[in-house]
């Protein structure tokens, strides 16, 4: 069995990843961290007695276990260091690496033929969205993107939607764009040629559409994310990626 | 049988009235109007030889005939006028009429007790669109407009969708809205608070959708227009309003 | 302040209901019931301590308050002929009134000159659709119904997409319906010509859209149910409307 | 410059290849053939004087072309059988070949080291929709089909609804399904599990949705065809790939 260590495994993400290690039965919950907990009993966190509780790096010493991250931007390279150079795989759902820290990360990892995943996202609908998007590109160079919202969201765009348009101008780097009505407010945010819709509205959840049309066709990919449970799917296949290959990812698409 | 005489008769949705009048059975086509024709022979028109062509005004003689007119702006109010003052029930799809203009024609229409119709839109699916947002805008204050044209419309946002938007700010005046992003422009044009944004893709024909949000739950309106054939229903039922009724109205809603 | 009293104040709708009833300042939770339940101590229900609990209907002498209930099926003709007979106006949102019950309810409302409402949904998107369906079929009588709800509904086609069906013919009993396909299993359920289709996948939570077409055009109304939160709009509807009139209401589509 | 003789020239599909033809840069018209016609003049269908008429298979001469082949049904296979013998690389878009025939075709083709593509689809958005939904089906194994058509539409589901289904059970043979409401007529047309609803509706054109579902997630993709022009796109790839390449090709999908 492979043994796991969840870092944050109190938040709202860790404590879902926690009960999923739980359910699978190749792999096998051996400890979870958060530096700022004082007890280190698991029956205290609802977890079995054999489950090795930290709030301190130092005190881990479990090797050749995969490290799952969803703790805090301040702490995710710190804690991908450590696990890299005490050979635990890391799984990294954390945002905040600095693509100067992924390059570093990267190098170690090949130094010690390690794998790893680094993922902003692990909804599985988005990542198949992004990938069906590029491909659709280079058939249908024409494309518009409409991301709806519920009303509290803090940004506009979404990240996942600007990362779309960014994902499809790499395959359609030739593509020109003439916008005959560029100055109305109403086309939206113009990401090199793609425009990007927000929709913000009470009772939505998180749900992207990206447009494509071509002479007497249309072609569209939309995905809805209703409950954070998705995204734990994602993270199963990123374990059993990790456990199976010895590469380091940047992005779930990537193995899919 | 209700005699109709078509002014605009050779233009794209002239001849497309001329073949419906000519195929209802209580509607019977007994002249047509264009001032810059020179034949005044119907078979040159492949029309019946019972028809009328006229190219002036002044000749027309005939009355107690519905007025249907697709002709150009510069024309409609003049025309529109003559029709009321000969005792001709206009049905008027032209666009350019001034409000000014339409309450004159009004005026006429309540002095000589006649009906008529002004309508910006023969389309049954936009137009019940419209009635359903106002509607559900009363139960769900917080709406976003979205439009998608062909990649040739000249103008953004739509006319249908700005008149969408004003439509339900009519029924919810009182309504507040907060947008934490109305900085970006992907949150597109802004009327009173309501957002409308415009896709301009090749492919797509002419749709509209308008979007509801509520706690848990979401509506939406959408239609789509993909030939121009579906304005002749909304023809036909005014028509069948001009014919039966007393009234003046400005909007095929009103009567829907 | 009007009083309230909710039967079935435990269940899953009932204790949202308590929480809206607390929320709305013009109302005040009076009391609350439930036969099988032993305390009558509010505070073990976290009821204030001016809250009445109930096991029994015929300790209630609580009059002129609103009878909320979301009980069972085999209790709600007894509970709500109670409530009227006792000068309690009924809200009634438990399903399993038979239509000669129904009858019955009516006739003791219209004799003791008391309003109610009974309503098989909140759910305000839910009822506008079908408001909108019925109004749009007029214009549109081809028309197809799409359900689609999570994988583990135990009934296809649902209960609200054969109202929705059954609706639009009551508004369009001339319409005839030739269906070339009408042996393919594709074509779905068939309730007087008009096709049903229920799709069942999991992540889906509960979606309604009906389908009209005509010459050139397409009309579509969409509902989205995301969370059973979307109900309380409905019932603080009800409410407020039992307070201010004196009918009684089958259905909150009578009162939008 | 490729020369190009198109078979069954004065068909729907047919005329619009050789407009295409004639406008591309590197392709000339060289031939066109139809059995059924008289004149062998190109001028009496609009043709330059430089393209050659056939109406009899054997008078044609030209080698080293592509035939395009949008003929009828009984031809097709004649028609491709000659061609490869004689040395022009066919692009087949008519219907009718068994699977016998396509692998007679395919060993000539190997054996004279001839290019060549069989193609049931030329349509982009619909061949792009199969891809990825087989693709996607790997990670969502739940997953149902809505076809939507024209009300004249003679078959139920459409053949490429059928195909999606098809090759999506090719990559998910181990997925078993438990359908609840298997018994309703609600559910669809059953395809091993994969449930295939169709709608039919005056309006509508040629639309096709793949709708998968996890937990707490949705993944859709929907292609529109609203025009056959939009095939054209299709058969200007197929010419390209004929014309740069040696292998022998059924499915579009295969050089997408």
Redesign the interface.
Known sequence: MQKVIVAGFTGSMGSQVVQLVERLAEFQLAGVYNPHIDSLNPTDFNLASSVQVFNNLQQITLNDAIWIDFSVPSAVFTNAKFALEHGLKPVIGTSGLSTTEIAQLRQIAAKKEMSGIIAPNF???AI??L??AQ??AR??P???I?E?HH???????SGT?LATAKAIREVTPEKKFH???AA???????HEGI???????????AHEEV????????????????????F??GVE?ALNYVSDNQDFIVGLENI?
């Open positions: 909804g599985l609908s198949l969205l990938k069906f491909t659709a058939y249908f024409d494309v518009e409409i709806l009303a509290d969201k803090l940004d506009a765009p939607a916008d005959q009505q109305s407010p109403a086309r939206g945010l113009d425009k990007i819709h927000s929709v913000r509205l009470p009772g939505y959840v447009l494509f049309g071509a002479a007497g066709e249309a072609l569209t990919i939309r995905q809805d994310s209703f409950d954070r449970a998705s734990m799917r296949l899919l």
